[in-house]
């Protein structure tokens, strides 16, 4: 199993720019998690998914801040227009809701907001 | 308002020692707790998972204890190796129902041969 995959790997853009990121979850998990990561907050939860259905979007910072899941394998987390203050690394995560909560993690994106 | 609250500084120990890392908890009555490696540039991996109603958990070199009355799990790694540097997280399952887990910031652990 390739594990959790997510693209791009890194990201530069200019404030204002709309960021795209993707992720394609382990096939077979029916959850879904998006996180972002600061030094200063450290892992938050954004917004997760079950069975394609978004179930909580609590943690979204704002309105600038929107995500997808179109099928069972594939996600997107949107941010438009982007701000400095969006930069971090998001993780994109899956899991089986009969696996005791463990969630597997993609590689994260690194966004860098200039 | 809920915490977890894992130390900021890093944990420097020699090869061969055990290493305990701490997480504590306010505010919580959490089903579960989860332990999960992460090192520079990757994502978490999980490592261990315990629940309410179990006091200690092992797996390899690793043990987690699990004390819901001081609201504290001690994650050790016997016979640390240098490989076993990383930052290590501590995630709480809240006990109801499904839900999400809320991760603590991590504590860096730094073993030198």
């Known amino acids: 199993d390739a594990g959790v995959i997510q693209s791009p790997r890194h990201e530069v853009t200019e404030m204002g720019q709309e960021v795209t990121l993707r992720c394609k979850p382990i096939s077979g998990h029916d959850y879904l998690f998006w996180y972002r990561q600061t030094m200063m907050r450290g892992l938050e939860l954004l917004i997760y998914f079950n069975n394609n259905v978004p179930i909580d979007d609590s943690g979204m910072p704002e309105d600038r801040f929107s995500a997808k899941m179109p099928n069972a394998s594939f996600s997107t987390l949107k941010i438009q227009p982007s701000e400095p203050r969006d930069s971090a690394v998001y993780f994109c995560?899956?899991?089986?809701?009969?696996?005791?909560?463990?969630?597997?993690f993609g590689p994260g994106t690194r966004l860098t907001v200039t | 308002s809920q915490k977890i609250e894992q130390n900021s500084e890093a944990l420097n120990i020699q090869e061969g020692k055990t290493a305990t890392l701490t997480c504590n908890y306010t505010n919580y009555s959490p089903a579960y707790l989860q332990w999960y490696r992460q090192d520079p540039g990757r994502g978490p991996v999980f490592l261990l998972l315990i629940r309410e109603n179990e006091k200690e958990k092992r797996k390899e070199r690793l043990k987690v204890t699990f004390d819901t009355t001081l609201k504290q799990s001690l994650f050790h790694i016997t016979a640390s190796q240098p490989a076993d540097s990383a930052t290590y997280l501590c995630a709480l399952l809240p006990n109801s129902g499904y839900s999400t887990l809320t991760f603590g910031k991590g504590t860096m652990l730094l073993v030198s041969p």
């Open positions: 995560a899956s899991s089986h809701s009969g696996n005791s909560y463990e969630q597997y």
